[in-house]
């Protein structure tokens, strides 16, 4: 049973590009969360997921920031005109889904995709 | 919402002996409090958690305590090795969202 899968691990991009990250849930899990970590930091909440639907974006930067997880594939954050504060490292955490739909509280985390912007 | 606070952020001991990492929260709602082990490059790695409804856990060398009435959990890591030293964060779970602790950067010198 493959983890949760991140992709690309490392990304590079300019001044004003788009980035998209890409993230695969552990098999049978459908609540997908991203995090931001910067050098040396916890952390950061960003956006929690479930399919087809955004249960908690309150962490997102509300401009240029979108993340989405649709019915087939797997989810994406995006974010438009990278700007320099924009590089860190990118983690997708996925969880299963008790019967009851409540949240079981296990999170498992992907290697992370790590952004710099120049 | 949700506060959590780490102490210490950097930790040093000498192999063989204990590390204890602390946290604390502030919502009384939050039900589950894991803790993650993160290896330089990785992401991070679930190692131990602790319900509510519990008040200490152990897994051999890796032990968990939680005091709901005062708000704070403990991890404590015994007969401590090289291959130990990672970051060590905590984690509350409201039921909808986890928060997380900034952090403990433990060196286990040999």
């Known amino acids: 049973n493959a983890g949760v899968m991140q992709n690309p691990r490392h990304l590079v991009r300019r001044r004003g590009q788009e980035a998209r990250l890409r993230c695969s849930p552990m098999?049978?899990?459908?609540?997908v969360y991203w995090y931001r970590q910067l050098p040396e930091e916890g952390l950061k909440f960003m956006v929690y997921?479930?399919?087809?639907?955004?249960?908690?974006e309150s962490g997102m930067p509300k401009e240029r920031f979108s993340a989405e997880f649709p019915k087939e594939g797997p989810s994406i954050l995006r974010i438009q005109q990278v700007v320099r504060g924009d590089s860190a490292a990118y983690f997708c955490?996925?969880?299963?889904?008790?019967?009851?739909?409540?949240?079981?509280?296990?999170?498992?985390f992907g290697e992370g995709s790590r952004l710099t912007v120049l | 919402g949700e506060n959590v606070e780490q102490h210490p952020s950097t930790l040093s001991v000498q192999e063989g002996d204990s590390a204890v990492i602390k946290c604390t929260y502030s919502?009384?709602?939050?039900?589950?409090f894991p803790w993650y082990k993160q290896e330089l490059g990785k992401g991070p790695q679930l190692i131990i958690d602790i319900r509510s409804n519990v008040g200490e856990k152990k897994d051999q060398r890796i032990a968990v305590t939680l005091n709901k009435t005062a708000k704070h959990f403990s991890l404590h890591i015994t007969e401590t090795q090289p291959e130990d030293s990672a970051v060590y964060f905590c984690a509350a779970d409201t039921g909808n969202q986890f928060y997380f602790g900034t952090g403990t950067s433990l060196t286990v010198i040999p």
């Open positions: 955490a996925s969880s299963p889904q008790e019967t009851s739909g409540v949240n079981t509280g296990e999170l498992f």
């Open positions: 919502d009384s709602a939050s039900n589950y």
């Open positions: 098999k049978g899990h459908s609540h």
């Open positions: 997921l479930q399919k087809e639907n955004i249960i908690d």
